[in-house]
T-cell receptor, first 114, second 114 residues
Framework: EAQVTQNPRYLITVTGKKLTVTCSQN?????MSWYRQDPGLGLRQIYYSMNVEVTDKGDVPEGYKVSRKEKRNFPLILESPSPNQTSLYFCASRRGQVSTGELFFGEGSRLTVL | AQSVSQHNHHVILSEAASLELGCNYSYGGTVNLFWYVQYPGQHLQLLLK??????LVKGIKGFEAEFIKSKFSFNLRKPSVQWSDTAEYFCAVNAGGSQGNLIFGKGTKLSVKP
């Protein structure tokens, strides 16, 4: 089954404790992206990757890092989480350079930073 | 900068009522347009998309949208809503280019009363 898998789905952590949210897709998609969803603000892009070893900032990259060492994986790293990073995070992937293609989303990871 | 505006934050309808959700974007060139739906507690799924051709596009579950270039609009419609249509709806625009990043609106929450 084609899917985007995120882990963990739920996480409560404390300020400053490094964490990683993993994202893996099994569709051989080149393009992957991370979004955060906050009430009243919709989805905002954090980082995206056009292919392996190619990453770029989205609209709200501050406080986040990503890496793309393999095509299927695109982890989101919070080196020193802060309460304003409490949010619902979605990973998404899409086939190649096709800007008309459908984005496939993961189930979401709800992060709470105390 | 590109932007997407969704006019209604929350729409409440009774079953069988007709639905129209507004979406306007700001970009003067060629655009690709999408509507995504997020059912409660779930990830985003594609409802429909427009790239070119017939400006009236049909999607899943009886939804359709009309692209009006002169108005920079891509409104979503459904003749008769059901309780199961209760969800949040996001309009998204991709103004082309190799990155193909989607810009999302802030979403419209639809509540359908049985």
């Amino acid at each position: 089954e084609a899917q985007v898998t995120q882990n963990p789905r739920y996480l409560i952590t404390v300020t400053g404790k490094k964490l990683t949210v993993t994202c893996s897709q099994n569709m051989n998609h080149e393009y992957m992206s991370w979004y955060r969803q906050d009430p009243g603000l919709g989805l905002r892009q954090i980082y995206y990757s056009m292919n392996v070893e190619v990453t770029d900032k989205g609209d709200v990259p501050e406080g986040y890092k990503v890496s793309r060492k393999e095509k299927r994986n695109f982890p989101l790293i919070l080196e020193s989480p802060s309460p304003n990073q409490t949010s619902l995070y979605f990973c998404a992937s899409r086939r190649g350079q096709v800007s008309t293609g459908e984005l496939f989303f993961g189930e979401g990871s709800r992060l709470t930073v105390l | 900068a590109q932007s997407v505006s969704q006019h209604n934050h929350h729409v409440i309808l009774s079953e069988a009522a007709s639905l129209e959700l507004g979406c306007n974007y700001s970009y003067g060139g060629t655009v690709n347009l999408f509507w995504y739906v997020q059912y409660p507690g779930q990830h985003l799924q594609l409802l429909l998309k427009y790239f070119s051709g017939d400006p009236l596009v049909k999607g899943i579950k009886g939804f359709e949208a009309e692209f009006i270039k002169s108005k920079f609009s891509f409104n979503l419609r459904k003749p008769s809503v059901q309780w199961s249509d209760t969800a949040e709806y996001f309009c998204a625009v991709n103004a082309g280019g190799s990155q193909g990043n989607l810009i999302f609106g802030k979403g419209t929450k639809l509540s359908v009363k049985p």
